[in-house]
């Protein structure tokens, strides 16, 4: 049973940084293609990020490329999301979310989700 859990989300000035983290089930990170998505209030929920399990193969939305980097760490089963220059548009609900392959953007592809950290950007 795959199980995600975010956290790391808070509020944070434009311009600053956070770290999200995704804490998986063990061997989740390895073995599934594993994204971030996020949902901002009465907007759809968007791909922002997708890894290529057992890999360092990494995609990005055009709107975070630049800013957001992935970065793992295998023995904690722990994926993170370093979000830097943060601006009032990343202001979401954040999604980690593991998948089978091939790895695609579109959230249909992904069946494991966890429940969300909350990201506050003010200006």
Same mark, same amino acid.
């Given at each position: 049973?795959?199980?995600?859990?975010e956290s790391g989300g808070g509020s944070v000035?434009?311009?600053?940084?956070? @770290?999200?983290? !995704?804490?998986?089930?063990?061997?989740?990170?390895?073995?599934? !293609?594993?994204?971030?998505? @996020?949902?901002?209030?009465?907007?759809?929920?968007?791909?922002?990020?997708?890894?290529?399990?057992?890999?360092?193969?990494?995609?990005?939305?055009?709107?975070?490329?630049?800013?957001?980097?992935?970065?793992?760490?295998?023995?904690?089963?722990?994926?993170?999301?370093?979000?830097?220059?943060?601006?009032?548009?990343?202001?979401?609900?954040?999604? !980690?979310?593991?998948?089978?392959?091939? !790895?695609?953007?579109?959230?249909?592809?992904?069946?494991?989700?966890?429940?969300?950290?909350q990201v506050t950007v003010s200006s």
């Open positions: 049973q795959v199980q995600l859990v000035q434009a311009g600053g940084s956070l @770290r999200l983290s !995704c804490a998986a089930s063990s061997g989740t990170i390895n073995y599934h !293609c594993m994204a971030w998505f @996020r949902q901002a209030p009465g907007q759809e929920r968007e791909w922002v990020a997708l890894r290529w399990p057992g890999t360092s193969n990494t995609a990005y939305a055009d709107s975070v490329k630049g800013r957001f980097t992935f970065a793992q760490d295998n023995a904690k089963d722990t994926l993170y999301l370093q979000m830097n220059s943060l601006q009032r548009e990343d202001t979401a609900m954040y999604y !980690c979310a593991a998948g089978d392959t091939p !790895c695609y953007s579109r959230e249909t592809f992904y069946n494991h989700w966890g429940q969300g950290t």
